[in-house]
């Protein structure tokens, strides 16, 4: 049984950065492509950025503009989310996710959709205030 654990999230003033941390047990996820989503109040869930199972290729949404950076750390089984200059509209739940196929070609093309995701977190707020 796979289990994703988020950390890191917080209250940071704008123009403040945090690092979101997801942590899988259970069996390793190296071979497994993973992703971070994330929900605000009365919005649906949303493709923040993506990274393929070497860590070799990072995806990001539009909405990020450089400013987070998606890594991955084999030997901790560990996805991180490096978050700079935040906005108050960077405010929401933050999850992460893994792919449910290890080695996912087709991922690839889409990394967006929270379908080709079977794992998830329960998820780590983030608030960023004016």
């Known amino acids: 049984q796979v289990q994703l654990v988020e950390s890191g999230g917080g209250l940071v003033q704008a123009g403040g950065s945090l690092r979101l941390s997801c942590a899988a047990s259970g069996r390793t996820l190296r071979r497994n492509e993973m992703g971070w989503f994330r929900q605000a109040p009365g919005k649906e869930r949303e493709f923040v950025a993506a990274i393929n199972w070497s860590g070799s290729t990072p995806y990001y949404a539009d909405f990020v503009e450089g400013r987070f950076t998606v890594s991955r750390d084999h030997a901790k089984n560990t996805m991180y989310l490096e978050m700079y200059s935040l906005k108050p509209e960077d405010t929401a739940v933050y999850y992460c996710?893994?792919?449910?196929?290890?080695?996912?070609?087709?991922?690839?093309?889409?990394?967006?959709?929270?379908?080709?995701?079977?794992?998830w977190g329960q998820g780590t707020q983030v608030t960023v205030s004016s």
């Open positions: 996710a893994a792919a449910s196929a290890e080695y996912d070609s087709k991922w690839y093309e889409a990394h967006m959709d929270a379908k080709r995701y079977m794992y």
